[in-house]
């Protein structure tokens, strides 16, 4: 099992000297990962699911950050959870992800990606809510297109985007595309994993059922686009108070990642909690 870690900047703020020491012990403790999440703008009356967002919540861009992350650590993998993919463009965004994973040296590795909820955000970056699905694939097209191409150029003409003998470089460190990861807490999502994504990252409010048939779902789909079902990784959220045997769970479920949430909100109990279960789960070799 691989063990990664969230940090919120809507709750824990964008402090620089907070965020790089956060990372740094993250990483000291063995941590494979560091995540951020995404929202781009709020607004008054902004629900997710049956929760309001106070508009005045400091998320920061979850890019900028982990460049900035990058920076002040060595080893700790790069993630987003979730960037919200329609959103941007992926020519621009094409450009970002391979310039972190160059500046890295090969750590912008578990960029997740999901539709988004708010239609109020949609609305503010000029994007059609209900096409955002339809977006979303081929911005994962457009990205990895542009990733691959060479000198000679690329070329795309879809419903949402569309260029022609575009060259982009740098490219990724060392590989022809980075992995994407689907997010998403639907069937929608899960399908979207198969047919696309390198794996699936569903949220935390689904059942055993709900989340079986999901997974389900995803293999399906990847046998139907003809790629290989057992490459997909299978992340989920957890949290430091996890028991051994809950994460056994998780293992007998096909999760090969967990990442925790911390339950501190000040600095030094958060190093407590993340060396306490990172002795507890032995995250560094002997």
């Known amino acids: ?56 919540l400091p ?19 790069l993630g987003t959870g979730v960037l919200l993919l329609p959103y941007h463009h992926p020519v621009v965004l094409a ?32 994007v059609d809510f209900g096409t955002r699905g339809r977006r979303a694939d081929e911005a994962i097209d457009v990205l990895r297109l542009l ?3 060479g000198e000679e150029g690329v070329s795309h003409d879809g419903e949402f985007f569309a260029f022609d003998d575009l060259c982009q470089f740098p490219k990724p ?13 639907s069937r929608a999502a899960a399908r979207r994993a198969g047919r696309r994504g390198d794996g699936y990252f569903p949220g935390g409010r689904l059942d055993l059922e709900e989340r079986a048939i999901q997974m389900g779902l995803a293999r399906s789909a990847a ?17 430091t108070d996890m028991s051994a045997e809950q994460v056994e769970a998780f293992a007998e479920q096909g999760v090969t990642r967990i990442v925790v949430n911390l339950s501190a909100a000040e600095p030094e109990q958060q190093r407590e909690e993340m060396s306490a279960f990172a002795q507890r789960f032995a995250l560094l070799p002997e």
């Open 1 to 56: 099992m691989k063990f990664g870690i969230s940090y919120n900047t809507a709750y824990y703020g964008v402090d620089p000297e907070m965020i790089t020491a956060y990372a740094r012990h993250a990483e000291d403790c063995g941590f494979e990962s560091l995540y951020l999440p995404e929202h781009i703008a709020l607004y008054p009356g902004a629900m997710v699911g049956p929760f309001e967002l106070p508009p005045s």
């Open 59 to 77: 998320y920061g861009d979850p890019l900028d950050c982990l460049s900035f992350v990058a920076a002040a650590t060595q080893r700790i993998l």
């Open 95 to 126: 450009k970002r992800l391979a310039t972190i994973d160059v500046l890295s040296k090969g750590r912008m590795r578990l960029l997740t990606v999901g539709l988004g909820s708010l239609p109020g955000e949609a609305k503010a970056t000029g």
């Open 147 to 149: 990733w691959a191409g």
């Open 173 to 185: 460190y060392g590989v022809t595309h980075l992995p994407i990861h689907i997010g998403g807490s």
């Open 223 to 239: 046998v139907e686009a003809g790629r290989d079902p057992d490459a997909l990784e299978y992340t989920r959220w957890g949290s």
